[in-house]
């Protein structure tokens, strides 16, 4: 593994060597090119031009290298001045201070180079020829001239190569930014999803594990069915609460099994209508969804055998499963512990999926589940 390792950082630092050459070769074209040309344009009438491509090729090979040489030069001066920079005043700090002093240093830097590579000509060469005095400072105030334009030129590319790979920087720590707090937000979706479901469990045992002890009083027979009943549809519950999504074919068998614990445990005081049409039965629905939405309407309504509630259970042509209850309000309203009704809808909203619709009339409670 460790070795494996090394060579991945090689292959990286291979990677960014080649990449610091690439750049530097870019800024060393720019640079000879920028100094041919502006030698060029500073007096494109002299008569030196009209004759040098007939001159000697040893000339032009040393005009050339000299060329290069001073390009280099100026390039890894002006590369250095804002590196520097760049360390003790970035941009972001102060742009307008900043500017200015990369100018004047720009300036100052290339104004020396040549006050330095003019001496070292001086002193090391004996056959100079001679010029007259308003020629030669005009040929240096041209050279300074055209070095000055080379190193701004310079620095504005470093400037701009700078910015962009800050920029790109910037953007990609936003990025991740972004998909860390998304990553946290669907974690935290996840654990509220779970918490909401591991209501659903302690809820339905409470209720039923109420009927059952209260039937097994009255009659241990129809109490030993209704543990039977309860064991089988518990069985599905846990195999099938955890899951996000659950086909409606199978919420109704789920539904079939738990109106028989209903009817042992109310009797005629409810009635149920079952509609749900063939093509919407390959669809899907949350898990127990159903389940809590007849619990809630039983909880909240009065049963009884002159005044039976009905419970309608059907599907719409616009794609909504829906639960319908008459509306027979209990007088005294019992202790609610919000897993039903509430818990339905969060489970919606968490998953991204299209908010349920209540609507409530005179004698109906409604609630439409968009079916997924």
Not at 30 to 41: D, G, K, P
Not at 116 to 137: A, C, G, H, Q, W
Not at 209 to 216: C, R, T
């Amino acid at each position: 593994m460790s070795r494996i390792s090394n060579i991945r950082k090689n292959i990286i630092r291979g990677k960014k060597i080649l990449s610091a050459m690439k750049r530097r070769l870019v800024i060393w074209t720019v640079a000879i090119l920028t100094f041919c040309i502006f030698s060029y344009l500073m007096d494109p009438f002299d008569p030196v031009w009209a004759g040098y491509l007939e001159s000697p090729l040893k000339m032009i090979a040393e005009d050339l290298l000299w060329v290069f040489f001073f390009s280099v030069i100026i390039s890894e001066v002006s590369i250095f001045i804002d590196s520097i920079l760049n360390r003790l005043l970035p941009w972001k700090n102060r742009t307008v201070k900043r500017l200015l002093i990369q100018c004047i240093l720009q300036i100052v830097g290339s104004i020396l180079i040549v006050i330095i590579v003019n001496f070292i000509i001086d002193s090391t060469s004996e056959s100079l020829p001679d010029m007259d005095s308003r020629k030669e400072y005009t040929l240096l105030g041209q050279w300074v001239a055209t070095n000055i334009i080379i190193s701004l030129i310079i620095s504005a590319f470093n400037t701009v190569d700078y910015l962009l790979a800050n920029w790109k920087e910037t953007a990609i720590e936003a990025a991740q930014h972004k998909l860390r707090a998304s990553k946290h937000k669907q974690a935290a979706m996840a654990a509220e999803l779970q918490a909401l479901k591991l209501q659903i469990d302690p809820h339905f045992i409470f209720n039923n594990l109420s009927v059952l002890s209260e039937l097994i009083l009255e009659d241990q027979q129809l109490g030993y069915e209704y543990s039977e009943k309860f064991a089988k549809v518990y069985r599905y519950l846990l195999v099938n609460s955890r899951k996000d999504i659950i086909a409606v074919e199978e919420e109704l068998k789920f539904l079939d099994s738990y109106i028989f614990l209903i009817e042992k445990r109310i009797g005629d005081g409810v009635i149920f209508k079952i509609n749900i049409q063939d093509e919407y039965r390959s669809m899907y629905t949350l898990p127990l969804s159903l389940q809590l939405l007849v619990e809630n309407a039983i909880k909240h309504n009065q049963t009884s055998r002159t005044n039976p509630l009905e419970i309608h259970v059907y599907t719409l042509p616009t794609g909504e499963l829906v639960v319908a209850n008459t509306f027979l309000p209990l007088i005294n309203k019992p202790d609610s512990s919000g897993v039903g009704l509430t818990n339905v809808i969060a489970r919606y909203e968490i998953l991204g999926y299209t908010k349920p619709v209540i609507e409530k009339t005179e004698d109906k409670f409604i609630v439409k589940l968009p079916l997924i």
